[in-house]
């Protein structure tokens, strides 16, 4: 399906245990890089918190979203973007996430919307 | 003290519900009565028996059987709530000619007079809303 | 005397500034949840502002899952499940925002 | 149960239609004045939205909560408070809500919080 | 056009169920093509056979279903989604020892991969959230 | 070219905000359910402010549904479900904003 496949931009912008959203969109971009789609991920609002380190999930009984985060580089999934405004507000440093990500200003933040075929919208 | 907690949230939808069962939890280990738990909302679909999450997946529906169990919790379930949602018990289920019932073992379905009770009853009463 | 609970992230959702708005002095307030966001030390400005009569907790489950333990403001006490449920018994009532 | 029934404040925070809160928090109110229990409602946030004229839902196929609202006189429930901030950030007049409501400024409304014996926060 | 539409809301905690029927309907009233309408999340309640709204409240699983066999949608329910929200086909009721089964006529349950899909088969693909 | 809905009011979401802040020229944003209280004329100030290349819309029963017939601003074009449905088709992508 990758060779003329439409590459697809997942918006991630929910933190990780308030609901299933962050942990079902995962899952979903998980199945995308299985089936070798060209993909981003854009992490914004609270979805820049599921890149938090430390997370440690034993009281709240739910699965460690932030153990799984890592193994995106693995199934060849790369492009890892974070909105500005999201971090500053949040007073986060990028160089703190488990992630490697490239932090995008809001113009920047428009190419990507515009370059993409499909959005998977979180 | 009497307690009652009122349960709104979905168990995916939301981690009210979690929270709701670990706040019981330990109020019941405060040695605190439960004067009953009463869900309402979306939060009917923790009673549905037919959740099946993965096993490396919380399962709230097993996890309040089995406090209800062991503590004899008055678990409560508002019937026009549960029915608009699919949660049936064997009657529900017969009245409406429905194929199936799925209410778990330890929840009983009954009327909002039963939160009317709660809020009279109760020495305190939280809401986990969604 | 009113314990508020918080369960929503001060960043999408306007329940903490509503809870904030009707909070009384011998009040509590408890963030929950994504509620816990708010105790952030980032973005704390706004709970730091209230008076000291205020007091102000947030839930170590949620605190720990988040990954804010070091990111806390000194002003919010962090306590377990079991101190949950003492509050609610030391306050006579609760306001659930969500 | 009235004659030493603890009065019910039940706060209502949604707007009518975006999800069945509205419609719920209402068959509970119902339920309290069918007990002939106390009961004062607080309409804050969203909630005012509830109290807009006009309101005509056959567009989207939910029940017109306006067409309810208005009998709860008839169950003798009438202390209806308004929040002042909630309406004014919403352009709202008071004089044009479905209901008589009472607009209490935000030191009233802490007292009707200190003052009720339960709270129901929908 | 061929279009597809995902739905993620759960039929009471959210209007974007119902939201998502109308625009099918619309779609399908223009002569659009449906190429799915793909249920997940808290959507996947949709797809329950128990529902069973008050006679004067609308009926969003009926609706679907009766849509579905007009048109002969492709109304496919994710599978994970489903299993821990306790809405199960009978095979899956079988393979988990559950009571009962409750999927409704019409719905599909299938993998995440049929989302996948969809955004590579169709020309536009519209998402309700919750 | 994107269409962006927006299903969450603005008084209690930041789901506009963040919309606003992506949203290009050419760009249109449709506002449905709870986000139509955005197009109401007691609020639009920052919809009303953008430029006239983005091209507002509102979906006709939810507005009817909430009582906003006559306060919607002028800036909002108000269509109904199958005009919804031609704007997802004259616009290759959307994004909602939930």
């Not at chain 1, 995308?32 to 009984?61: K, N």
């Not at chain 1, 986060?92 to 370059?115: M, R, T």
């Not at chain 2, 008055?74 to 049936?88: E, N, T």
Request: charged letters at 20%; aromatic letters at 8%.
């Amino acid at each position: 399906m990758s060779t003329t496949a439409k590459n697809i931009l997942a918006v991630m912008r929910t933190g990780p245990y308030g609901n299933q959203t962050a942990k079902e969109a995962l899952d979903a971009v998980l199945t995308a890089a299985a089936f070798e789609l060209p993909l981003s991920l854009l992490f914004m609002d609270d979805g820049v918190f599921q890149l938090l380190p430390q997370q440690d999930t034993q009281g709240i009984g739910a699965k460690d979203l932030s153990a799984t985060l890592p193994v995106l580089p693995m199934y060849d999934v790369e492009r890892f973007y974070v909105e500005q405004s999201s971090l500053e507000s949040r007073g986060i440093n990028s160089a703190e996430l488990i992630l490697p990500v490239e932090v995008l200003d809001s113009e920047q933040v428009k190419v990507l919307f515009a370059e993409s075929a499909s959005i998977l919208s979180f | 003290m009497k307690l009652s907690i009122l349960v709104y949230g979905s168990p995916n939808g939301s981690q009210a519900a979690a929270t709701a069962y670990r706040f019981t939890k330990a109020a019941l280990e405060k040695g605190h009565e439960i004067y009953r738990v009463f869900f309402y909302g979306d939060g009917v679909y923790a009673a549905s028996a037919l959740n099946t999450p993965p096993q490396d997946e919380q399962d709230l529906s097993s996890l309040w059987r089995e406090l209800g169990e062991q503590h004899n919790l008055d678990m409560v379930v508002c019937i026009a709530a549960a029915l608009k949602r699919g949660v049936l018990d064997p009657g529900e289920a017969k009245r409406f000619e429905k194929s199936a019932h799925n209410l778990s073992a330890g929840f009983t379905l009954s009327g909002l007079g039963q939160m009317m009770d709660a809020s009279q009853q109760s020495d305190r009463m939280i809401t986990f809303g969604y | 005397m009113i314990l508020h609970t918080v369960n929503k992230s001060p960043h999408t959702s306007n329940c903490l500034q509503s809870c904030l708005r009707t909070l009384s002095d011998q009040d509590a307030l408890l963030l929950i949840e994504d509620g816990v966001y708010a105790a952030d030390n980032h973005y704390a400005n706004q709970t730091e502002a209230l008076g000291e009569e205020i007091t102000l907790y947030v839930l170590k489950a949620d605190v720990d899952a988040r990954g804010l333990q070091n990111r806390l403001s000194s002003r919010f006490q962090v306590i377990d499940d079991a101190a949950f449920v003492d509050l609610c018994v030391q306050y006579p009532k609760t306001q659930s925002w969500y």
